[in-house]
């Protein structure tokens, strides 16, 4: 089975590890980040992108039995994804794009993905829906685009500046609506530093849906590039991508219901990992964030998204699924005795009671708390066909995922509903 795999990879990995590369996945902030309207920059003619479609998946990829996966829409660099209340899909890319496929929740076809709208500054990766409003997360702001249903295609608005420096780093700008507010995570400018330069480098930042009241809610976390909203109570959970060149598989990556910890909570990078292990000699962990999900070292948490409790529609998910979490990982470029990467790219469920883990961690195994539900991207001599980027629950139920290497757009729905009868995958 997948989840043996996994383990089996991990204790492996835990006997013989040969990392010779760095850089993996992906201070305080004042009350606000110095903003101003960004300059629009020369892009290139927006590629076309290949629609309508819904075409067999890829055979070599898997889901459950039960369930079928089909490739909807091909975006180039698909990163983040959210769904409008319309059955559309918002995608976010590596460009300054903003790309919508319009009917994602078709029985059939869906309809030809265009360009929803182009930010002043790349990269658009981060996408999330809420309040009224498409907000998207670029490498230097966060923009809100008004959004009225059926809409395909709107204008940004700068709300928020966020990496005032150009230096380089972990560029993208992920984003969360909970309510009226918004959460912002914002990579570091390295592997493992201290960044005195800009504020808001490897924090999640608080403010409203229209920029104001910006804080910073969460500090030294190096990527966090993965933020979901939970539906049935608004807290915002993040994870992202671990530091890379620490011995034996570590740091564990992590997720956590960033929300519900106190303004200014400190989550440890580079200094502090895990349940509080010092990877800096000398380093006081005692007041850092224990986090409450963990997934192995370099499986590059990439997105993540809830699956509603009370979700109705078409296409609905079993009981098992529903309220649980799903998560998006982009797989290591860390390799296992320099040739087969040590962790593919793959979807994978953790259970949930509410904003509890149904499996407690266990800092022993960091397979214990999921299970995999979509793979087969990698196979066993390291080979590629995509990676997972980002994960949405649809208006009617179905689940879409993005993968950034293959520009594909993939609809998980169960099988026998109506229009799911693309392709059966199951294990």
């Known amino acids: 089975m997948q989840r043996d795999a996994h383990r089996i990879r991990f204790l492996t990995l835990l006997a013989a590890l040969a990392l010779t590369a760095c850089g993996g996945g992906g201070g305080t902030a004042g ?4 903003m101003t309207q ?13 629609g309508p479609t819904a075409m067999p998946a890829n055979a070599a990829l898997r889901v459950p039995a039960g369930f079928i996966v089909s490739q909807i829409a091909s975006v180039p660099s698909a990163r983040e994804v959210a769904a409008l209340p319309n059955g559309d899909l918002i995608v976010g890319t590596a460009s300054a794009n903003v790309v919508i496929v319009p009917n994602a929740e078709s029985p059939g076809a869906v309809g030809t993905p265009t360009t929803f709208a182009t930010v002043p500054d790349i990269e658009a990766a981060g996408v999330a829906y809420g309040a009224g409003a498409v907000f998207v997360g670029s490498n230097h702001h966060v923009y809100r685009i008004p959004y009225t249903n059926g809409a395909q295609s709107g204008t940004p608005q700068a709300v ?6 150009d230096d380089g780093g972990h560029n993208t700008t992920s984003v969360a609506v909970s309510g009226t507010t918004l959460y912002v995570g914002v990579g570091s400018t390295c592997n493992a530093c201290v960044e005195t330069d800009d504020p808001t480098r490897a924090t999640i930042q608080r403010m409203g849906v229209d920029g104001s009241g910006m804080t910073t809610w969460a500090k030294r976390w190096r990527n966090p590039m993965a933020l979901a909203t939970n539906p049935a109570n608004g807290t915002v959970w993040a994870g992202g991508a671990g530091q890379d060149l620490l011995a034996q598989g570590h740091p564990y990556e992590y997720l956590d219901a960033v929300s519900t910890r106190p303004a200014g909570a400190d989550y440890g990078w580079p200094d502090c990992e ?10 006081d962990c005692s007041n850092v964030v224990v986090p409450t999900i963990e997934f192995p070292a370099y499986s590059t948490i990439m997105s993540a998204t809830f699956y509603p409790a009370s979700q109705t529609g078409t296409y609905t ?8 979490l799903f998560v998006s990982l982009h797989g290591s470029w860390h390799t296992l005795n320099g040739s087969i990467p040590i962790d593919p790219p793959h979807v994978a469920f953790v259970a ?3 904003d509890v883990p149904v499996t407690p961690v266990n800092w022993n195994d960091p397979t214990a708390q999921w299970t995999d539900f979509f793979s087969g991207f990698q196979d066993a001599s390291g080979n590629r066909i995509g990676r997972t980027t980002g994960i949405a629950v649809g208006a009617q139920g179905s689940l879409f995922v993005a993968d950034d290497t293959g520009g594909a757009i993939y609809r998980i729905r169960p099988a026998g509903t109506a229009g799911s009868a693309i392709r059966r995958a199951g294990r």
Request: hydrophobic fraction near 30%.
């Open 31 to 34: 009350a606000n980040a110095p």
């Open 38 to 50: 960004p300059t629009p920059t020369p892009t290139a003619t927006p590629t076309p992108y290949a």
């Open 160 to 165: 928020a500046g966020v990496r005032t420096l």
């Open 274 to 283: 895990e349940n509080r292990v010092a990877y800096t000699p000398g380093a």
């Open 317 to 324: 998910f079993p009981a098992t699924y529903r309220g649980g």
């Open 352 to 354: 949930m009671n509410g």
